[in-house]
């Protein structure tokens, strides 16, 4: 039998996406099933201290947890949500009708142009999104290069009809992490570092958060000051996003960052998985080639 080989969505194609994301938290047994059995992801690794999440073997999620731990307060910095991008809509009905057969709360639904999405949270507060996109040729650009994006109604039933009426198995191959919104102090500020020194491109703006992407993608990394306006570092013993990675697939990308911090002299430190670093809130951040 011939194995279909899985195109990489757009996001992925990109000079740099996010490759994945590291959280902390307070139940990691319980946290882990919920990532198992609800969000579809399959267990990779495992230690009583955390544990590698993923499709078909590719990680995505890796959470852990520790003795002094402590549930980070709704309006610290850190992450708004993690956002897993599957394949095509087929897909996302089938995730949606999952949820609604094991009778999950959902948080919001959204037609935002270029994708459509649908919110929920895990045990420990931690947000979700679960979307799809439209293709690239369906997007309206502007002229100055910024991408149409709205919040509008998604009909969650129609999408749920659509659903085919069999069992599902998981997340799809191709299932990826699309982008990471995070929650900031100041979107000045966040648009000093990713945009300034990262080199990331505003793709769009809404009232208190701006959308970063490379490569005529929606957004990569987003950030907002919704519920964290004034926010300052994170504390080390909270639990939430601990860092994430960002995966260069273009070297003229990556030197502009390297240069970006060099210039500004942010600390980094080198790693067996790229250059390792803090953005302004004491999120980690890890550029990976």
Do not use: C
């Not at 959280?23 to 992801?41: E, K, S």
């Not at 002229?143 to 069992?167: F, H, I």
């Not at 306006?229 to 995966?247: N, P």
């Amino acid at each position: 039998m011939t194995k279909t080989v899985q195109t990489p969505s757009f996001a992925l194609t990109r000079p740099a996406h996010v490759e994945g994301a590291h959280l902390v938290v307070t139940d990691l047994a319980g946290t882990g099933a919920f990532y198992r059995d609800i969000i579809g992801l399959s267990l990779l690794e495992e230690t009583p201290s955390g544990m590698v999440l993923g499709v078909e073997g590719v990680p995505l999620l890796t959470l852990s947890t520790g003795t002094s731990i402590a549930r980070a307060p709704r309006t610290a910095a850190g992450l708004f949500h993690t956002a897993f991008l599957v394949p095509n809509r087929a897909e996302l009905a089938a995730w949606l009708a999952h949820a609604v057969h094991r009778g999950i709360r959902l948080e919001g639904a959204s037609d935002h142009l270029v994708s459509e999405a649908i919110y929920l949270s895990d045990p420990e507060g931690n947000g979700i999104e679960i979307y799809r996109d439209r293709s690239p040729l369906e997007w309206n650009y502007q002229p100055d290069g910024m991408v149409a994006m709205a919040t509008e109604r998604l009909d969650l039933q129609a999408l749920y009809d659509s659903a085919k009426k069999e069992s599902w198995g998981g997340m799809a191959p191709g299932t990826a992490i699309g982008h990471i919104h995070l929650q900031v102090g100041n979107v000045a500020d966040a648009d000093a570092f990713y945009r300034d020194v990262l080199g990331l491109k505003i793709m769009a703006r809404y009232p208190g958060a701006s959308f970063f992407a490379t490569g005529g993608y929606h957004h990569h990394l987003a950030a907002n000051i919704w519920n964290s306006r004034g926010a300052g570092v994170r504390q080390k013993s909270m639990s939430g996003l601990s860092d994430y990675t960002l995966k260069f697939t273009d070297a003229a990308a990556l030197e502009t960052a390297l240069q970006g911090l060099e210039k500004l002299e942010i600390p980094t430190s080198r790693t067996a998985a790229g250059i390792t670093l803090y953005d302004p809130w004491g999120i980690g951040l890890t550029l990976a080639a």
